[in-house]
């Protein structure tokens, strides 16, 4: 219980339910202070007292209440937190833009995470009961310390899936580091998140970081469409730089000629950098940034009349991306370490059930929080009759191996994730069409 002793103030109390203190009563405050009124004036009474200043109550009623409460409190503190099947209940959080820019991003893996925590509550055989709790950073690096915060100050949150995004996750992790609270994220795939210098001692990745999407890019663009010249944007997010620093790197190394440029996201028009791709006579570009972003620079692209091969990475792979730029998004290639999984068959049924709660289709890493929620799950079960804590929690998770519905979730030292698989896309005819593995295409001639 989260200790509310703040409402009370020396000399005028508010009048919050006494339930809010004491469970199973529902008096309010007047009343405790009319009880300690009544047993303090006849206990100074029984000293000699026959006076009492008002001065006097007004300053020993409410430290006498605070005292109460925090007595109450503290109790409270000491025991499990029960759900009402009387097991013992334990919070998995969640910390994703869910709101403002490219929030579908976000709401794809919370869904994802949601239905894992459902399905392992419905089964009835877990010995705990699994409580869930959203916290929206608006992906924003701003928003994410205080959307951090929510979850640290819950104690019975025990393991956090994400931050959703790379500059969020930069953001928030010193702290989630200090409170050892395990922070596992299904999409932030910035390189530089699990560099050791970092100190990010909770953060834990469960999708291949950028160094394989950035890869995977430059290789389907020099092997397979044999482009001499790509022009790279990124959006000066963490996300964008560290893409687009890996697909640069990858395509230099493989003789390919690189123009770059950065644009800020939410630039008013990409009308100027639309025109610099068409006159550069790149056969191709590359951005990296978000759908939100993504979609009015493709319509600029198609008005400036640029022909050549489109790309962009997980951050615009979402139907919303489609949506917004209308038929200007046909033909973009889109990557993502994560495989469809409305199209896969190992997460067919996950898919379905998927489809079936949320009345939409799985999307971009729905499918990865689902599997890693289910993982946390899975480890929260191993502590047996032990109380789990979030050093213990987090211990177990680094050194887990948890085979899923996309992958099997394992990690190296460093929190990175042990893999590095990435997948590739392309928009025909207003959907996403999914390709497959980049290695195995670009391998097979196909």
């Given at each position: 219980?989260?200790?509310?002793?703040?409402?009370?103030?020396?000399?005028?109390?508010?009048?919050?339910?006494?339930?809010?203190?004491?469970?199973?009563?529902?008096?309010?405050?007047?009343?405790?202070?009319?009880?300690?009124?009544?047993?303090?004036?006849?206990?100074?009474?029984?000293?000699?007292?026959?006076?009492?200043?008002?001065?006097?109550?007004?300053?020993?009623?409410?430290?006498?209440?605070?005292?109460?409460?925090?007595?109450?409190?503290?109790?409270?503190?000491?025991?499990?937190?029960k759900g009402?099947?009387?097991?013992?209940?334990?919070t998995?959080?969640?910390?994703?833009?869910?709101?403002?820019?490219?929030?579908?991003?976000?709401?794809?893996?919370?869904?994802?995470?949601?239905?894992?925590v459902?399905?392992?509550?419905?089964?009835?055989?877990?010995?705990?009961?699994?409580?869930?709790?959203?916290?929206?950073?608006?992906?924003?690096?701003?928003?994410?310390?205080?959307?951090?915060?929510?979850?640290?100050?819950?104690?019975?949150?025990?393991?956090?899936?994400?931050?959703?995004?790379?500059?969020?996750?930069?953001?928030?992790?010193?702290?989630y580091?200090?409170?050892?609270?395990?922070?596992?994220?299904?999409?932030?795939?910035?390189?530089?998140?699990?560099?050791?210098?970092?100190g990010?001692?909770?953060?834990?990745?469960?999708?291949?970081?950028?160094?394989?999407?950035?890869?995977?890019?430059?290789?389907?663009?020099?092997?397979?469409?044999?482009?001499?010249?790509?022009?790279?944007?990124?959006?000066?997010?963490?996300y964008?730089?560290?893409?687009s620093?890996?697909?640069?790197?990858?395509?230099?190394?493989?003789?390919v000629?690189?123009?770059?440029e950065?644009?800020?996201?939410a630039?008013?028009?990409?009308?100027?950098?639309?025109?610099?791709?068409?006159?550069?006579?790149?056969?191709?570009?590359?951005?990296?940034?978000?759908?939100?972003d993504?979609a009015?620079?493709?319509?600029?692209?198609?008005?400036?009349?640029?022909?050549?091969?489109?790309?962009?990475?997980?951050?615009?792979?979402?139907?919303?991306?489609?949506?917004?730029?209308?038929?200007?998004?046909?033909?973009?290639?889109?990557?993502?370490?994560?495989?469809?999984?409305?199209?896969?068959?190992a997460?067919?049924?996950?898919?379905?059930?998927?489809?079936?709660?949320?009345?939409?289709?799985?999307?971009?890493?729905?499918?990865?929080?689902?599997?890693?929620t289910?993982?946390?799950?899975?480890?929260?079960?191993?502590?047996?009759?032990?109380?789990?804590?979030?050093?213990?929690?987090?211990?177990?998770?680094?050194?887990?191996?948890?085979?899923?519905?996309?992958?099997?979730?394992?990690f190296?030292?460093s929190?990175?994730?042990?893999?590095?698989?990435?997948?590739?896309?392309?928009?025909?005819?207003?959907?996403?069409?999914?390709?497959?593995?980049?290695?195995?295409?670009?391998?097979?001639?196909?």
């Open positions: 219980m989260w200790l509310r002793a703040h409402h009370i103030s020396v000399g005028g109390l508010p009048q919050p339910s006494c339930s809010d203190y004491i469970p199973g009563t529902a008096c309010s405050t007047r009343f405790v202070e009319a009880l300690l009124a009544s047993s303090l004036g006849f206990f100074l009474q029984g000293l000699g007292f026959a006076v009492l200043k008002r001065r006097v109550i007004n300053f020993a009623l409410p430290v006498a209440a605070a005292a109460l409460v925090l007595s109450a409190c503290s109790k409270d503190d000491d025991k499990d937190d009402s099947n009387g097991k013992p209940s334990y998995i959080g969640f910390q994703a833009g869910l709101s403002g820019e490219s929030a579908q991003l976000g709401i794809n893996e919370e869904n994802g995470a949601k239905l894992a459902e399905q392992a509550n419905a089964k009835g055989n877990l010995p705990f009961t699994v409580k869930f709790k959203s916290s929206d950073d608006e992906a924003s690096e701003t928003k994410a310390v205080s959307a951090a915060q929510k979850l640290i100050d819950d104690k019975n949150v025990v393991a956090v899936i994400g931050p959703a995004f790379s500059g969020p996750t930069k953001a928030a992790s010193p702290n580091a200090k409170a050892k609270l395990a922070t596992v994220s299904a999409s932030a795939t910035s390189p530089g998140l699990t560099k050791p210098e970092n990010f001692t909770s953060f834990l990745r469960g999708v291949p970081a950028d160094t394989a999407q950035g890869t995977g890019m430059a290789k389907w663009i020099s092997q397979k469409l044999k482009a001499k010249k790509v022009f790279v944007v990124d959006d000066k997010t963490e964008g730089v560290g893409l620093k890996v697909a640069k790197d990858e395509l230099k190394k493989a003789g000629e690189v123009v770059e950065s644009v800020p996201k630039t008013p028009d990409y009308g100027p950098v639309s025109t610099k791709i068409k006159n550069s006579g790149a056969d191709a570009m590359i951005y990296a940034g978000y759908y939100q993504g009015p620079f493709a319509k600029k692209l198609k008005e400036a009349g640029f022909t050549g091969a489109k790309f962009s990475g997980d951050g615009t792979n979402d139907a919303q991306f489609v949506q917004l730029a209308g038929d200007a998004s046909d033909g973009w290639f889109l990557t993502c370490p994560c495989a469809d999984a409305n199209v896969e068959a997460t067919k049924q996950f898919a379905d059930d998927y489809k079936k709660r949320f009345s939409a289709a799985s999307s971009t890493y729905s499918a990865e929080a689902f599997d890693i289910n993982m946390v799950i899975e480890q929260l079960g191993t502590f047996g009759s032990e109380k789990p804590t979030r050093e213990g929690m987090l211990a177990k998770l680094k050194g887990a191996s948890y085979k899923g519905l996309t992958k099997t979730f394992k190296l030292p929190g990175e994730f042990d893999g590095a698989t990435t997948f590739i896309y392309q928009v025909k005819g207003g959907k996403i069409d999914y390709m497959g593995d980049i290695d195995k295409l670009v391998a097979a001639g196909g």
